[in-house]
């Protein structure tokens, strides 16, 4: 099926450090959206992104759609320990809009 | 608060039990949908609606049964399940239009099947 490559599946950072993670993929996805969950939380809409090679920010956090629309990536800079969680990417397969996928994730740790 | 809630949060059931999960949002979207995260593994999407119709079905085995009365109200009724169907599971929601794409999701219901 066309499934999402979510790396690196784990970090572990100091405080302060910038982070990046990616997504890839062998289909066109139309949406790339990227989240957060915390543990007992279900996942928090972060960026989403609707155009080949847009570059969104929210805060610290910057998300690009590839521009051959088969990958993204999120940066998170001077990190801080609330951004401990698992981050997932997201797409919305070209011309299905009722099919979401999801990468398995990128578990991030931030030590103090 | 995300708008989107989702009881009961924790749920043990024996393999012969009926149970059923609710979802209920406040954002005014128009879809719903069912997801089962396990471990590791990537989010399942389970089942879609669109203005109450079902519109996926992603080979969902039938001991999992969704009922969407309103646009606000989305159920999953469970009945014989199996140990592996344990697991955290998501409802989630989204709007009409443009940003039709971003799904907002509740805390889920973690299910235990013993």
């Known amino acids: 099926g066309q499934q999402l490559n979510q790396s690196p599946q784990s970090m572990f950072i100091q405080e302060g450090e910038d982070v990046s993670m990616n997504c890839t993929s062998s289909?066109?996805?139309?949406?790339w959206l990227w989240y957060k969950q915390e543990p007992g939380e279900g996942p928090v809409l972060l960026i989403a992104?609707?155009?080949?090679?847009e570059l969104t920010s929210n805060g610290r956090l910057t998300a690009q759609f590839g521009i051959t629309r088969k990958d993204s990536f999120l940066n998170i800079s001077a990190s801080i320990p609330s951004d401990v969680g698992i981050y997932f990417c997201a797409g919305q397969l070209w011309g299905n809009n009722n099919d979401m996928r999801f990468g398995a994730g990128t578990r991030l740790t931030v030590k103090p | 608060e995300t708008g989107v809630t989702q009881t009961p949060r924790h749920l043990v059931m024996g393999m012969t039990n009926k149970k059923s999960l609710k979802c209920e949002q406040h954002?005014?979207?128009?879809?719903m949908y069912w997801y089962k995260q396990s471990a590791k593994k990537p989010l399942e999407l389970m089942f879609v609606y669109n203005f109450k119709e079902q519109t996926e079905n992603n080979s969902v085995p039938s001991r999992f049964s969704p009922e969407c009365p309103n646009s606000s109200h989305l159920f999953l009724h469970l009945h014989t399940l199996q140990p592996e169907d344990s697991a955290l599971y998501l409802c989630?929601?989204?709007?009409?239009?443009?940003?039709?794409?971003?799904?907002?999701f509740g805390p889920g219901t973690r299910l235990t099947v013993t």
């Open positions: 289909s066109i996805f139309n949406t």
């Open positions: 954002l005014g979207h128009n879809a």
């Open positions: 992104l609707y155009k080949a090679g």
């Open positions: 989630a929601s989204s709007p009409p239009g443009p940003a039709g794409y971003e799904q907002y």
